[in-house]
């Protein structure tokens, strides 16, 4: 199924770089998770306690984020996340050879039946989702749904095309559709034209470019600006809008708890269903906060530094 990038083809010395670095990730993802977790433990001996990365960052977002909690507390949330981390990325490589079977075994979805649902009335989906739990793992949620629908995630293309090619790959190994950003609105249009029903999921939780920002909100102890292009797209083409709970129960299991969020998102005001999603994704890092991206730098930009920003490109806010 073909993927709607930006990025431009790869020369001969990427696409052999490309075979060898797929080669060694699918013969990797061949081994048994057990065996995969014990290399996870050994990665997280290396990233913890002895490359330290983005330690700093973790350590502060999490000080600002759960004020409330000890010093002891904090630090033990601060080793599972840096776990988890490294289960991330071995349950991705996992995902190379992963049979369609298991895993839907190892990812269960409850409420599904409001997205089949919803596109069965006529009314495409919008999938709000976080860098929370194996957001790759997610894109299983395709295999539960109707193959004649569009079904698609957003996609930041990854500055290192080699790299970025092997994600396409394996995000589309359960039949999903990868589509740049840039090229989002006109994919859509396309899709509404011919009549095809779309389901499309966004990871929200980024933090936007400066001249993006149009609204702000309280997210974690922090004033936080968000990105509102997911509830744009929602509102312009009269998406439902639901909210992607991910719980992580055990080692290499997620449930997906699906909750509607809106029917009909043309009736809220602005910025209203981002909020809502922003109050789902908090209550779910406060229930289990390791499974969040800790590492990201979410709170780089501040509003002081964004009134300065507007003062000094008055364009920007239209």
């Given at each position: 199924?073909?993927?709607?990038?930006?990025?431009s083809?790869?020369?001969?010395?990427?696409?052999?770089?490309?075979?060898?670095?797929?080669?060694?990730?699918?013969?990797?993802?061949?081994?048994?998770?057990?065996?995969?977790?014990?290399?996870?433990?050994?990665?997280?001996?290396?990233?913890?306690?002895?490359?330290?990365?983005?330690?700093?960052?973790?350590?502060?977002?999490?000080?600002?984020?759960?004020?409330?909690?000890?010093?002891?507390?904090?630090?033990?949330?601060?080793?599972?996340?840096?776990?988890?981390?490294?289960?991330?990325?071995?349950?991705?490589?996992?995902?190379?050879?992963?049979?369609?079977?298991?895993?839907?075994?190892?990812?269960?979805?409850?409420?599904?039946?409001?997205?089949?649902?919803?596109?069965?009335?006529?009314?495409?989906?919008?999938?709000?989702?976080?860098?929370?739990?194996?957001?790759?793992?997610?894109?299983?949620?395709?295999?539960?749904?109707?193959?004649?629908?569009?079904?698609?995630?957003?996609?930041?293309?990854?500055?290192?095309?080699?790299?970025?090619?092997?994600?396409?790959?394996?995000?589309?190994?359960?039949?999903?559709?990868n589509?740049?950003?840039?090229?989002?609105?006109?994919?859509?249009?396309?899709?509404?034209?011919?009549?095809?029903?779309m389901?499309?999921?966004?990871?929200?939780?980024?933090?936007p470019?400066?001249?993006?920002?149009?609204?702000?909100?309280?997210?974690?102890?922090?004033?936080?600006?968000?990105?509102?292009?997911?509830e744009?797209v929602?509102?312009?083409?009269?998406?439902?809008?639901?909210?992607?709970?991910?719980?992580?129960?055990?080692?290499?299991?997620?449930?997906?708890?699906i909750?509607?969020?809106?029917?009909?998102?043309?009736?809220?005001?602005?910025?209203?269903?981002?909020?809502?999603?922003?109050?789902?994704?908090?209550?779910?890092?406060?229930?289990?906060?390791?499974?969040?991206?800790?590492?990201?730098?979410?709170?780089?930009?501040?509003?002081?530094?964004?009134?300065?920003?507007?003062?000094?490109?008055?364009?920007?806010?239209?």
């Open positions: 199924m073909r993927n709607y990038s930006v990025n083809p790869l020369t001969r010395v990427e696409k052999v770089q490309y075979a060898l670095l797929y080669a060694f990730v699918y013969l990797m993802s061949l081994l048994p998770f057990c065996v995969l977790y014990l290399l996870s433990d050994f990665t997280f001996l290396i990233l913890y306690h002895w490359v330290g990365y983005r330690k700093n960052i973790v350590q502060k977002n999490l000080r600002d984020s759960f004020p409330e909690k000890t010093d002891a507390e904090r630090l033990l949330i601060e080793k599972k996340f840096y776990h988890f981390l490294c289960d991330y990325v071995f349950e991705t490589i996992k995902l190379a050879s992963m049979s369609h079977a298991k895993i839907l075994r190892h990812v269960k979805y409850i409420g599904i039946e409001q997205v089949n649902e919803s596109v069965a009335r006529g009314q495409s989906v919008t999938l709000y989702l976080a860098h929370y739990g194996n957001w790759e793992w997610i894109t299983s949620i395709t295999l539960l749904l109707n193959p004649d629908n569009f079904n698609s995630q957003v996609y930041h293309v990854l500055e290192n095309k080699v790299l970025d090619r092997l994600m396409l790959k394996l995000r589309s190994r359960c039949g999903s559709v589509i740049e950003r840039h090229v989002l609105l006109r994919k859509v249009a396309e899709a509404r034209r011919d009549g095809v029903p389901v499309i999921g966004f990871i929200s939780d980024q933090g470019e400066m001249h993006t920002i149009h609204h702000w909100l309280p997210f974690l102890n922090h004033d936080t600006a968000v990105i509102t292009g997911t744009t929602s509102k312009k083409f009269d998406f439902t809008c639901v909210y992607l709970d991910v719980q992580r129960p055990r080692r290499g299991y997620y449930t997906v708890n909750k509607m969020l809106t029917t009909t998102p043309a009736q809220y005001k602005d910025f209203d269903i981002t909020e809502m999603y922003f109050k789902q994704l908090e209550q779910s890092i406060r229930r289990q906060p390791e499974i969040w991206l800790w590492t990201h730098n979410r709170w780089k930009r501040t509003r002081q530094q964004y009134e300065e920003y507007i003062a000094s490109h008055p364009n920007t806010r239209k």
